[in-house]
T-cell receptor, first 113, second 113 residues
């Protein structure tokens, strides 16, 4: 079975642009969460989606948004990119909304120049 | 607010040594504690999940324990190998926060041949 897949793997954007990152969870998993990991730090929670509804939001500005599709895949959108948005963006897949193991994809490395 | 701390930040050991990585959390009302491994520039690989009703989990040379009363978890690695070199992250999950993981900043482990 395929694990969590994320695309693209690397991305370079200019300040002020917007970006869309994509995630496909493990087959059968209904929960997708997004994390931002700045170099040298632990991942920070951005969003959780379960059954296509937002179930949690971290301390990120409104420039960050996400959605989950009927097939449980998800997109993370970031508008008006800043240099500080440069990071590894990680997607996590879980079977249920809570109390289950989280599995991560390989991440998307976003560089804003 | 849940805070997770990992000590030490970096550790270098000779091959074959047994070692312990520490993780502490401020809020004892956690539900699960999950340990991950991260290779440079890569995503997170789940190592062990300890649910709140459990005290420890084992997988091969890895053993993780959880003591909610003291706010601590430890990851024990037996007979370390150069291939174990990576950053190890612990993450706490509160029952009321769905699948939201709160991460420590990690311990960077180097096992020297």
């Amino acid at each position: 079975d395929a694990g969590v897949t994320q695309s693209p793997t690397h991305l370079i954007k200019t300040r002020g642009q917007h970006v869309t990152l994509r995630c496909s969870p493990i087959s059968g998993h209904k929960s997708v969460s997004w994390y931002q990991q700045v170099l040298g730090q632990g991942p920070q929670f951005i969003f959780q989606y379960y059954e296509k509804e937002e179930r949690g939001r971290g301390n990120f500005p409104d420039r960050f948004s996400a959605r989950q599709f009927p097939n449980y895949s998800s997109e993370l959108n970031v508008n008006a990119l800043l240099l500080g948005d440069s990071a590894l963006y990680l997607c996590a897949s879980s079977l249920a909304r809570s109390n289950t193991e989280a599995f991560f994809g390989q991440g998307t490395r976003l560089t804003v120049v | 607010k849940q805070e997770v701390t990992q000590i030490p930040a970096a550790l270098s050991v000779p091959e074959g040594e047994n070692l312990v990585l520490n993780c502490s959390f401020t809020d004892s009302a956690i539900y699960n504690l999950q340990w991950f491994r991260q290779d440079p520039g890569k995503g997170l690989t789940s190592l062990l999940l300890i649910q709140s009703s459990q005290r420890e989990q084992t997988s091969g040379r890895l053993n993780a324990s959880l003591d909610k009363s003291s706010g601590r978890s430890t990851l024990y690695i037996a007979a370390s190998q150069p291939g174990d070199s990576a950053t190890y992250l612990c993450a706490a999950i509160k029952e009321t926060s769905g699948s939201r993981l709160t991460f420590g900043e990690g311990t960077q482990l180097t096992v020297n041949p």
